[in-house]
């Protein structure tokens, strides 16, 4: 299976291990993640006045080029997923956007939001299914207790990402099951990290960061993972005495294929 | 031809606001047949009825048109001042220029263009009426009523009273409904099963009443005064007129793990149970899906350990068909599921739970044995939470909830908090409230009592989440008078879930042809004139079915659904509806269209023979249509290919002339 | 009080929020992580721009803090949509000329050797035009 991929800013840089495991896992599984050519940044936030359209340019020339070459697009980052799905949700809804953007687009031909939008772990899910991955595992995590981390941005608003329930989600969990590992289930796993905050008022972020990594401990977490760079930044900052990890990473281990990328 | 006289009225200011009545009368002067036109204040009045009768004696009329309100108002009224004037009450018609004319036009020149078009209609339709004599059908003097809550139970002691015959059909192996699950009642907080259990010995022991329990409605035919009921009879694997509800076979059940539902799953029953201690009947039953010999014909104990011999493991699901006079829907309500509210950690707490499993958790009876605890651990609470409006009073576009206010929560709440505060002096109880609405008797000075004699926090604002954090709950809230969050350690938290209607009632009213609301609540006639009685003829409503009330309204209601019932049973015969459907056999070709539209089963068939033009006789299927069962809803008329098909007092030819009119 | 009536309409429309559908429960604000941090909180800012009281709020630190992490969005039982108006409002804020909250030359001071692109470039798009 081919999807067309887009990485995003930060898993060019900072996040380079949320890409570099989510392409070795999906070999594995039989994926093949072809990256976009020439991406621009999603731009990090979904603006949600009515009257933005430059903003939201960058994400619809990538579904564009997904919608072209009649590949699904997914994409990894927690951020750049809300953004992308957001703006193709705008298109397919918001007639009067779309017609604004199709004449900013008129070189490039018209796009209605005909692209189909997968997280990376709703491609599992949905496109290989965490039972294929259960037959894949060649390290068993058995015996860890991880507790899963969503933050705000994979699973709201719901009307548009449609995910999971929105405040009880399981998809994570799933997949931890699926690698043999024990799922920790937390309240404060859909509760933001502090997002952007912590550029003007770290403190603020860190009050946010240390109630969720507290409420995952008590329930007996050893570990969180998660899919986005921030919040994996935020919830170190705040001082973390747990691992926190990207879950393409955890993937990658399970799947057997973590050694050999660092090799 | 018809000799036509027009009357319009006024209706007060009504129409002649935005109509002016003067020259709609004078316009309809001119109009085929009419001979006789004026206009008057109020026709509806005894002044205006006599203006019509001597009208017809005067100037000899064959029709009357009345320009005034809806028909739903006072076309009877006209029709009887027309039969009192000697003309066949058919002979009326009514334009209607109030509702969808004057009411909704704002300057006189179109709303009187208007009434005069419909007018213009209706004298057109009446040049084509004929006389129309209403067939008579006989009443079976006895009533069903669809479940067995207080709103069952009252309605049925009622009718019984009245001397009628009243059946039970009751879904759950006892009667008594959710009223039996509560512990205390507001605002007087007498014991609910103390006032309800009388009721429910009273049903038991009434000569007129039978009871259906475990029992399902799965077919309805007829008509009002003659419906005709399939009753399905789950088997229960017990002999119920044997079994003398000892409780031998509960005690000696091996499979002791089943949850029990009427303590929400909060403990466990046995396969073979009996619901509660007053159940009534008071019979035990077995539940297929848990009993072991049921299942895989290994056990057998509860038949070695009862005396009477009443263990049947071979019973099986029983039909019964009844005819009855009147059906009363009482089907009730539930709370609504906690699954899309987990911001309030009902799915991943124990100690989050609902207001009814709160009733459960304080009752004597429940699974605590009436002791406040936590489902978790057992210990006492000290910081209470609860949470009102959980579900309801959402908007359509949030996706979950319902848009209506469940109107019982704020009391019962009220209820929880105080007799709380008055067992536990030590815990601190605080209620989360939208509004505090408590329009009912002695309602407001109770919920003051909570605050005030009970020191009871109010705290206006919602709960925004609730994360289990070790043995507490943290519940982080508004408090929009302080202007400030809230951060609770809580040791319980109670969600007033909103209410729904029964998931029964939807295809009980497909069965009904009963019509509901987008919540599926029932529809009344008339929302505050006819509120206990269904559009659909000989079916009547009682209680939380036809919208979210209270026990004391919930009575109310169920009386007047039975005294509605027992004016219907006490007639011997009831008047038809005239307007019935006729199929012209010699255009009709036999080819069941109009039968297979037809929602009340009136299209029947038969052979018969027709003389050809040519003296030979050839035998052809046509449709008859039988005038008792038929309500005229005209599908058939709609349905029929040839034309053969058509209604009295809405003919083709009659709909058609006011087409015409209109379009002139 | 002011009332705004140019400003309340286009922050209205911009936002596409209907501020009416309010009931005043103040769900939004009982289940906003930057609450502490705000001086006019979720619901004070739906019902301020309903009341066309906006000048207070375009002045307010509280356009910076909103996280537009939408739990207010999802767990209001209205859709009134509160994130939605705090935005408009903060655009409406830093769409004039020079008001940018930040700066380019802000950055160097506040960045660690970690800083994930996406804190960048986020806070860039919120808090300038």
């Known amino acids: 299976m081919k999807v067309s991929y887009f990485p995003g800013c930060t898993l060019k840089n900072k996040a380079k291990d949320l890409d570099m495991y989510a392409y070795k896992s999906a070999e594995v599984l039989g994926v093949t993640l072809e990256e976009i050519e020439n991406w621009q940044c999603c731009g990090g936030v979904f603006t949600t006045a009515n009257d933005e359209v430059a903003t939201k340019l960058s994400s619809i020339r990538a579904l564009k080029y997904a919608g072209d070459k009649e590949q699904p697009l997914v994409t990894v980052c927690s951020a750049c997923h809300n953004v992308i799905k957001q703006t193709n949700h705008a298109m397919q809804t918001n007639s009067a956007f779309a017609d604004k953007v199709n004449r900013y687009m008129a070189a490039d031909g018209s796009y209605k939001g005909e692209t189909e939008v997968y997280h990376y772990l709703e491609m599992l899910r949905d496109l290989v299914g965490f039972d294929v991955i259960k037959e894949k595992v060649v390290n068993t995590l058995k015996g860890k207790k991880i507790a899963a981390y969503y933050g705000c941005l994979l699973l709201r608003p719901n009307k548009v990402m449609r995910m999971d329930d929105p405040e009880n989600p399981t998809i994570m969990e799933d997949l931890i099951k699926s690698l043999g590992a024990d799922a920790v289930v937390y309240a404060k796993r859909n509760e933001c990290c502090g997002g952007y905050i912590s550029l003007e008022s770290p403190d603020a972020a860190k009050k946010n960061s240390i109630a969720i990594i507290e409420n995952a401990k008590v329930n007996g977490a050893q570990m969180i993972i998660t899919a986005c760079p921030l919040c994996k930044y935020n919830l170190e900052k705040c001082g973390a005495d747990i691992p926190v990890v990207y879950f393409t990473e955890l993937l990658a281990e399970a799947l057997g294929v973590k050694e050999d990328t660092n090799a | 031809m018809q000799r036509v006289g027009v009357f319009v009225c006024w209706c007060g200011s009504n129409i002649a606001g935005t109509v002016d009545v003067e020259a709609v009368s004078e316009a309809l002067k001119s109009e085929p047949g009419v001979v006789f036109s004026t206009n008057y204040q109020y026709m509806c009045s005894q002044a205006g009825q006599d203006m019509i009768k001597d009208a017809v004696k005067e100037h000899n009329l064959t029709g009357i048109v009345v320009c005034s309100c809806s028909p739903r108002m006072h076309e009877a009224t006209f029709r009887k001042t027309a039969a009192a004037a000697g003309l066949n009450p058919y002979m009326v018609e009514i334009a209607n220029i109030r509702e969808q004319c004057s009411w909704v036009h704002k300057d006189v020149l179109t709303g009187t263009e208007k009434a005069i078009i419909l007018g213009k209609a209706a004298v057109a339709k009446v040049n084509l009426n004929t006389p129309l004599i209403p067939g008579e059908s006989p009443v079976t003097k006895r009533a069903l009523v669809i479940g067995g809550g207080i709103a069952g139970i009252q309605t049925a002691l009622d009718i019984a009273d009245a001397g009628f015959e009243v059946d039970i059909v009751e879904k759950k192996p006892t009667i008594g409904g959710k009223m039996a699950q509560l512990d205390k009642t507001f605002p007087t907080l007498d014991c609910a099963a103390c006032i309800l259990t009388p009721k429910m010995v009273d049903v038991a022991q009434n000569e007129k009443i039978r009871i259906f329990s475990y029992s399902e409605v799965t077919e309805v035919q007829g008509f009002v005064g003659n419906f005709d009921v399939t009753i399905k009879k789950n088997a229960r694997y017990v002999k119920e007129e044997i079994c003398t509800g000892c409780g031998a ?13 009427f303590n929400l799953g909060m403990d466990n029953r046995s396969a073979i149970y009996i619901p509660f201690a007053q159940a ?10 848990a009993c072991n010999m049921l299942k895989n014909g290994k056990c057998g104990v509860c038949s070695k350990v009862c005396a009477a011999g009443a263990i049947d493991y071979t019973q099986k699901d029983e039909y019964i068909n009844e005819k009855y006079g009147a059906i009363v829907v009482a089907t009730g309500f539930n709370p609504i599921s906690m699954d899309k509210f987990d911001e309030f950690a009902y799915n991943q707490s124990k100690d989050v739970i609902t207001s009814l499993e709160f009733e459960r958790l304080t009752n004597a009876a429940g699974p605590s044995a009436g002791k406040l605890v936590r489902p978790s651990d057992g210990k006492h609470p000290h910081t209470i939470v609860f949470v009102q409006c959980v579900g309801s009073r959402c908007e359509s576009c949030a996706e979950k909830g319902k848009e209506y206010c469940s109107k019982i929560c704020c009391m019962y709440t009220a209820k929880h908090a105080m007799l709380t505060r008055d067992k536990y002096p030590d815990t601190e109880v605080y209620v989360f409230y939208i509004d505090v609405r408590t329009p009912g008797k002695n309602f407001d000075e109770f919920y003051r009592r909570a605050v005030e004699e009970y020191g009871v926090k109010y705290v206006k604002g919602m709960v925004g989440k609730v994360t289990p954090e070790g043995d507490k709950l943290k519940v982080q809230a508004s408090d929009l008078i302080a202007n400030k969050q809230l951060h609770i350690d809580a040791d319980l ?30 529809t009344e006639a008339h929302p505050k004139l006819r509120p ?21 309204e919930t009575v109310s209601q169920a009386g007047a659904a039975a ?12 008047t038809g509806n005239p307007c019935v459907a006729n199929s012209n056999e010699l255009m009709c070709n036999g080819c069941s269209s109009c039968a297979n539209v037809c ?34 809803c005209g599908a058939c008329t709609v349905a029929c290919p040839s034309g053969a098909m058509d209604l009295k007092g809405f003919a083709n030819s009659q709909i058609m002339a006011e087409v015409d009119a209109i379009c002139k | 009080m002011h009332n705004n009536k140019y400003l309340r309409d286009e922050i209205i429309r911009i936002s596409g929020a209907d501020v009416s559908k309010c009931m005043r429960c103040g769900k939004c604000s009982a289940t906003c992580p930057a609450y502490d941090e705000m001086e006019y909180h979720p619901h004070q800012f739906v019902n301020m721009v309903e009341c066309g009281d906006i000048e207070p709020l375009l002045n307010s630190e509280s356009l910076y803090k909103c996280l537009s992490c939408f739990a207010c969005i999802d767990r209001c039982p209205r859709g009134v949509q509160p994130a939605k108006v705090v935005e408009a409002v903060r655009l409406t804020a830093i769409r004039k000329q020079g008001a940018n909250h930040i700066t380019a030359d802000d950055i160097p001071a506040v960045v660690d050797a970690d800083t994930p692109q996406q804190l960048l470039v986020s806070a860039f798009r919120k808090y300038t035009k």
Do not use: H, W
Request: proline share 10%.
């Open chain 2, 563 to 574: 005294s509605k019932v027992i004016g219907l049973l006490a007639k011997d015969k009831l």
């Open chain 2, 599 to 632: 929602p009340y089963g009136a299209i029947s068939y038969e052979d018969k023979e027709f003389r050809m033009p040519d003296r030979t006789t050839k035998v052809r299927r046509v449709a008859v249509v039988n005038p008792a069962v038929c309500q005229g």
């Open chain 2, 280 to 289: 009534v009947p008071k019979v035990a039953t077995i539940d297929p899906n």
């Open chain 2, 532 to 552: 206990v009685e269904s559009p659909t003829a000989g079916v009547f409503l009682s209680g939380a079915c036809q919208g979210p009330k209270d026990i004391p």
């Open chain 2, 249 to 261: 076979c509960v005690e000696k059940c091996p499979m002791k793990k089943i949850p029990n539902e």
């Open chain 2, 493 to 522: 938290v109670v969600l007033a879930a909103a209410i729904e209607p029964d998931k029964s009632a939807r295809p009980l009213a497909t069965m009904l042809t009963a019509s509901m609301d987008t919540n599926d609540f029932f």
